[in-house]
Every structure is written in structure tokens, then in C-alpha cells.
């Protein structure tokens, strides 16, 4: 099955997820990594300082306890579950903005970090990652000097 184009579709005609994904990458978004599944609460800011890169996620409402984040493979996740805070009493809401359940947050660093001396601190509603960063060295280009061997022909392994 290959690609054909729509005259005078927008895009082209391309199939609608390629669409969607390419736009989250044009607007500052992250692509998808196909195997985890994300929500969009809590909201997060991922940033860097001179030392370290910093996700702060605003969980208003979770416990630290039901707050879970691990790393590896070049990601940080954040999850956990809001759970609804239930008064007496049925009730029938005229508005119901806040969000409640499960969620997960799938962040990229976006530098070199040892994920091994990160620390995770929840404060008022506000949990701050702090990944310290490394010095990157794959994909450093590194000359390596040729030197002249008399004789010619093949070295020997």
C-alpha cells in the first residue's frame, strides 16, 4: 500500500495519525514512543539549569505516596492516580472541570543525564524532578590520527 496524493486535500491525503504526529512535533511536542501510553494531567515544565534538567508537575490533590517515577531508556515517567474526593451524599454537577483516575507522563530529557543521582521531591501540590546532567559522549566527533606505516601493504590484526 503506498501513499497517494489528494489534490487539494491540506495535507496531501496522508494517513490521518501521521498527520496528527507530525503537527505535535511542529508545535513543541514530543513523539509518541508507540509502546506507553500518556495523559495530559498533570501539566507539566521541563527545564534546564546550569547543572541539572528539572520536570516540575503540578499534582494538587496526590498524595506522595500514590505518586510513582522511574527512569530508563532515555525517559523519566511520572505516574499515579487523583482520587475523587467524594462528599456525602449523591450530587449532580452543573460544572466539572478537575481531573480524576490514573495518569502518566512520559518525559525526554532532551540532554545527557545520570539518571542514578536523581532526586524527586513533592511540595505543595507541586512534585520537582531534578536529573542532574553529564557530559554527552556518544555521538562526540573525535579525530583520530593517521600515521604512516613504512613498508605499504596490509597491516596484521
Do not use: W, Y
Not at 514530543?30 to 506507553?36: G, L, Q, V
Not at 501539566?43 to 539549569?49: H, P, Q
Not at 532515555?74 to 451524599?89: C, F, H, W
Not at 490514573?102 to 543521582?117: E, K, Q, Y
Request: net charge negative; proline share 9%; with cysteine.
Amino acid at each position: 500500500m503506498g501513499f497517494r496524493r489528494v489534490p487539494g486535500e491540506p495535507f496531501g491525503g496522508l494517513p490521518e495519525d501521521v498527520v496528527e504526529a507530525s503537527l505535535r512535533i511542529l508545535a513543541g511536542g514530543r513523539p509518541a514512543h508507540p509502546a506507553i501510553e500518556e495523559t495530559e494531567f498533570p501539566a507539566l515544565d521541563v527545564f534546564e539549569t546550569a547543572s541539572d534538567v528539572v520536570v516540575e508537575a503540578e499534582l494538587p490533590g496526590v498524595e506522595p505516596a500514590d505518586i510513582t517515577v522511574s527512569a530508563g531508556e532515555g525517559l523519566i515517567v511520572i505516574e499515579g492516580a487523583k482520587l475523587e474526593q467524594t462528599g456525602p451524599g449523591r450530587v449532580n454537577f452543573l460544572c466539572m472541570e478537575r481531573t480524576f483516575g490514573a495518569f502518566r507522563r512520559v518525559v525526554l530529557p532532551g540532554a545527557a543525564v545520570d539518571i542514578s543521582r536523581a532526586t524527586a521531591v513533592c511540595r505543595d501540590g507541586l512534585l520537582e524532578i531534578r536529573v542532574p546532567k553529564i557530559e554527552e559522549k556518544r555521538g562526540r566527533v573525535r579525530v583520530i590520527p593517521v600515521v604512516a606505516k613504512p613498508g605499504g601493504g596490509r597491516s596484521e590484526p
